[in-house]
Each structure stands twice: as C-alpha cells, then as structure tokens.
Antibody, heavy 118, light 108 residues
Framework: QVQVVESGGGVVQPGRSLRLSCATSGFTFTAYSFHWVRQAPGKGLEWVSFISSDATVKYYSDSVNGRFSISRDSPRKIVYLQLNGLRADDTALYYC???????????WGQGTLVTVSS | SFVLTQPPSLSATPGTTASVSCWENMLSTRTVHWYQQRAGQAPILVINSDTDRPSGIPERFSGLNYENLATLTITRVEAGDEADYYCQVWDMSRGLWVFGGGTKLTVL
C-alpha cells in the first residue's frame, strides 16, 4: 500500500539548518510529483513547496522562497526539504504529500515536527 | 494571489446535514479539493476536482463548486465526522497551492 513517512524534524536554533526526508513506498516513485505542507501549532495548513516527477520543476511559497530547497532521490524513493535560515515562525509540523494531476494531494504522511527556538 | 475564505466553525447534530463553504471571487473557474483533518491526524483527501470522491470516502460526502462558492456537504453527520475541513485550489499559472483557513466541524 502507499506509504509516506517523514523524518528529520527536531529542535533547532534560529538561523540554523535542517533537512527533512520523506520516504515513500507502494507506488512508482518516478511517476509522481510531491509537496511539502506545514501546519503551525493550532493553525491551518500552509503549502510550502512542490517538486515535479522529473525534478525539473520546483515551486516555493513566498514565505520560504530563497531559504528552503526541495529535491528528490529516485533510486532511494525519498523527497527532501532543506531548511536554511530557520526562523521562529517556521515552527510547524511538516507534511509530505503526493501530488495528483488534478492538483490535489492524495496521500499524506504523519508529519515531522520542526521547532525553532533559542 | 487569491484567498480562500472559510467560516472558522460549524456545528451539527448527528443525523443532520452539514455544509462547509469556501469562498473566492470566480471560484468556479478553478478546481476545488477538500480535506478532512481529525484531531492529531494527518489530512485526508475527501473530495477532489470539485465533486469526485476518492476511493474509500463515504457517499455521505459530496462537493459542489458554483460561481464564487464551493461547498462540501456531509449528510447523515456522524460523531466521527468531527474534524477540521480545508478547501484547496491549485493556481497553475503561478505555481501556487492555496488552502482555505479551515472550518472546525463540531458534532453536538
């Protein structure tokens, strides 16, 4: 069955970096694009980044553009999100989700928590 | 960019119908998707492409997108439907995915 599992979260000081991983299984990884979506404590969903199936197209929200970087490793079936220049308002649960052609996100992981605090 | 506006809360009693709204000017020119997020859990896609139900989603869930308003309707509401519901749109021209602010459905 389709599985999406995030990891790599933790507590980090402002200005530092972190790399999140999204391990996938149960489907043909190279056929799908992926997203990262985050949710600050007690808040709603905020889209963060997208990577196409062949990694040629990448998009970022205005709030993370220039600081975060998305990538993918097809042999290992993993999607990454590199978080640089972290700020307190980046504190959130970060979800990885699979993209459908109609623009929806059909499978989500359980998330990995990033806390930015001094 | 655009903003998807949802009411922050809604309540319903078991067995009745609940309707969650999502508003944006000319929303019907876009495709709307809906997600359910129960407390402490990851979101689940419950309606895609305005009206389609993914496999495993009960027929009690339906969607409509007309003019400026998209609606997620849940008939015969159950206690297990208590959750936050989010609408979402893909702005393909700008490479942006936008979520509404979410509506908390409380089942009384």
């Amino acid at each position: 069955q389709v599985q999406v599992v995030e990891s790599g979260g933790g507590v980090v000081q402002p200005g530092r970096s972190l790399r999140l991983s999204c391990a996938t299984s149960g489907f043909t990884f190279t056929a799908y694009s992926f997203h990262w979506v985050r949710q600050a404590p007690g808040k709603g969903l905020e889209w963060v980044s997208f990577i196409s199936s062949d990694a040629t197209v990448k998009y970022y929200s205005d709030s993370v553009n220039g600081r975060f970087s998305i990538s993918r490793d097809s042999p290992r079936k993993i999607v990454y999100l590199q978080l640089n220049g972290l700020r307190a308002d980046d504190t959130a649960l970060y979800y990885c989700a699979r993209h459908r052609d109609d623009g929806s996100l059909d499978y989500w992981g359980q998330g990995t928590l990033v806390t930015v605090s001094s | 960019s655009f903003v998807l506006t949802q009411p922050p809360s809604l309540s319903a009693t078991p067995g009745t119908t609940a309707s969650v709204s999502c508003w944006e000017n000319m929303l019907s020119t876009r495709t709307v998707h809906w997600y359910q997020q129960r407390a402490g859990q990851a979101p689940i896609l419950v309606i895609n492409s305005d009206t389609d139900r993914p496999s495993g989603i009960p027929e009690r869930f339906s969607g409509l997108n007309y003019e400026n308003l998209a609606t997620l309707t849940i008939t015969r509401v159950e206690a297990g439907d208590e959750a936050d519901y989010y609408c979402q749109v893909w702005d393909m021209s700008r490479g942006l995915w936008v979520f509404g602010g979410g509506t908390k459905l409380t089942v009384l």
